[in-house]
């Protein structure tokens, strides 16, 4: 912005200038390009070779071939065994992740917003503690919590450890969002005898949509994503998330690692094509907060 | 800035003083809020307090202290936040400034530069991982037909190995932190700019007594919870040395769960709760911003 106000300024008539100036900042976006693709470009080179090129150095596919795809959705090798029961209890415990932790933080967003519970902020800043835990260290009490509870090894282990984990920022966004609604609904809604949860259902929920589709998509991706606790949580093989089955690709020495990357690649889509699709929402929701502090 | 609405709700709610229904709110307030509490209760204090009974055996200490592997792991933990955290936030600081430039093609790069952060860790750490395979890797394949020689065995050498951890780390978490500092950037008025501009203020200038100013809370904030998040993070390390070579580079993150993993459910709490001198500080540091 400043740049271009300068170049604005100073007139065409210093084009020399301009093209340095130009070049200085590809000199930074290029390096900021590779850096930013460098790993994923080669995750999707070792998806599209076979073994044989995938491990000859080569920067460029020979020849590109999609026979891993078939391989890993056919489940045609070993490892692969339980491919798709993987790739559902990573959908079942993502979209679980997500719908708990709305109900859970629209409920919590709404009773300390516009119900004013007593304790409110105290709760929210309760809440919000949890993030001041660093996650591998609540990991190791929260597997024992686990087992205490009967849960290890069962997909509800990691969706109530997710639902913990996701809940405080849900909710503090959706406080501010529900902040942001003019008192004076609440007040039309009483003066028309509406109880709380007819106020909550028909005013307060249609009105917060778009917070709650920005909400809904982080805890789908922050459930999808997570390693560390589908790794400690689930270790049977059936009940095993996507990425704890590729952590165990590791276990072997003549791991297949053009099928792992593209079991990898396979998996890193999803998330990826959600975030773009709801990029406005995301990024807005996430920087809403950022600023204020 | 959201709280400036709060006296005047509380002013409308009492203005309804008769209303029987009054209590009822507050009634569905508790219940609707109990969720959410019942998860926090179970989820979040609970293993929280069993942690630090777990962890209560002063013999414990003694058996971790005299593990060599823990004293390197604390040394490791302290290069891996010092650098890594103080790297991450100065080129996301610097970047966030690169991305405010308008043109069409820092706008796309700004939509793939958020791809790090948005898929999972583990495909693209495992990716980075064969890159730097001593045999197979491409990089030691190139290295080997430009110089005729062997490259360097990466992840075999601990110190290497570690930068590597902390390079994969910056580059898993960058994309968040330009984000947060470039909305921070975004919030500041352009009046400002443009009066420093006709005073014939320098870049340099511009950003010690513009940008700087504005967004020194922003990035202490973030430094601190950056550092707390990054004490966390198991992934870096672990997926991409698994701790190795010879437990040389573990940090405290993957030290707690390498004495689970063994069953030394002591130890692994004892690793936690010795990171508390490091933590409660930056922890005191955030609910003091909190309650403001």
């Not at chain 1, 959908?91 to 917003?113: C, D, Q, R």
Request: glycine share 6%; hydrophobic share 55%.
């Amino acid at each position: 912005m400043t740049v271009s106000a300068r170049n604005a300024r100073n007139g065409s008539s210093f084009t020399f200038r301009n093209a340095t100036n130009e070049a200085k900042l590809l000199l930074i976006g290029i390096p900021v390009l590779i850096w930013t693709l460098l790993p994923i470009y080669h995750l999707c080179l070792f998806a599209f070779s076979d073994k044989q090129s995938a491990f000859s150095g080569n920067w460029f596919p020979e020849n590109p071939t999609i026979r891993n795809f078939e391989i890993v959705l056919g489940e045609k090798h070993y490892f692969l065994n339980h491919f798709w029961q993987q790739l559902w209890n990573s959908i079942f415990i993502a979209a679980m992740v997500g719908a708990l932790t709305l109900v859970v933080a629209t409920t919590a967003a709404f009773a300390i917003s516009r119900l004013k519970v007593p304790g409110g902020r105290t709760v929210l800043n309760m809440a919000l503690f949890t993030y001041f835990i660093p996650a591998a260290f609540l990991a190791v009490p929260m597997y024992r919590t686990m087992a205490f509870y009967g849960l290890l090894n069962t997909d509800w282990a990691l969706i109530l450890a997710m639902l913990a984990i996701a809940s405080p920022y849900a909710i503090w966004v959706l406080k501010q969002a529900s902040d942001k609604l003019p008192a004076e609904l609440d007040e039309a809604a009483i003066m028309d005898g509406a109880t709380p949860l007819q106020l909550f259902r028909l005013v307060y929920l249609p009105l917060m949509a778009p917070s709650l589709v920005a909400i809904g998509t982080y805890a789908v991706l922050l459930a999808w994503n997570e390693y560390l606790y589908a790794f400690l949580l689930l270790s049977k093989e059936n009940t095993l998330t996507l990425p704890v089955a590729l952590g165990n690709f590791l276990s072997a020495d003549d791991s297949p690692w053009e099928l792992l990357m593209t079991t990898g690649l396979i998996y890193a889509l999803p998330p990826a094509a959600v975030y773009y699709a709801f990029r406005k929402y995301m990024v807005s929701g996430l920087t809403a907060g950022a600023v204020k502090s | 800035m959201s709280t400036v609405t709060l006296p005047a709700r509380e002013g409308a709610a009492g203005a309804t003083p008769g209303k029987t229904g009054l209590s009822s709110w507050q009634l569905w307030g508790m219940i609707l809020v109990t969720p959410y509490l019942l998860v926090f209760a179970l989820f979040v204090v609970y293993p929280v307090i069993y942690a630090f009974w777990l962890a209560h055996d002063p013999e414990s200490y003694v058996e971790l202290w005299t593990d060599p592997i823990f004293q390197r792991s604390v040394v490791n933990t302290l290069v891996f936040l010092f650098i890594g955290i103080n790297l991450k936030m100065m080129v996301a600081l610097l970047l966030s400034g690169f991305f405010m430039i308008q043109r069409w093609w820092i706008k796309a790069l700004t939509v793939l530069f958020i791809l790090p952060w948005a898929v999972p860790s583990i495909p693209t750490i495992l990716s980075v991982r064969f890159m730097l395979n001593p045999e197979w890797g491409v990089i030691n394949q190139t290295w080997f037909k430009l110089t005729f020689q062997d490259g360097p065995n990466w992840l075999n050498d601990p110190q290497l190995a570690l930068f590597f951890a902390i390079l994969v780390h910056i580059w898993k978490s960058l994309p968040f932190w330009t984000l947060i500092f470039l909305s921070g950037r975004l919030a500041i008025s352009t009046d400002l700019y443009e009066a420093a501009q006709v005073d014939g203020a320098s870049k340099v200038q511009r950003f010690r007594f513009i940008t700087w100013p504005s967004m020194k809370q922003l990035y202490l904030t973030s430094l601190t919870l950056s550092t707390i998040w990054s004490l966390g993070d198991f992934n870096s390390v672990y997926l991409l040395t698994g701790g190795g070579p010879a437990d040389l580079t573990h940090v405290l993150a993957t030290l707690g769960i390498r004495y689970l993993r063994l069953a030394q459910v002591d130890l692994s709490m004892a690793t936690i709760v010795s990171a508390m001198p490091l933590i409660l500080p930056l922890v005191y540091f955030m609910m003091k911003r909190l309650s403001k």
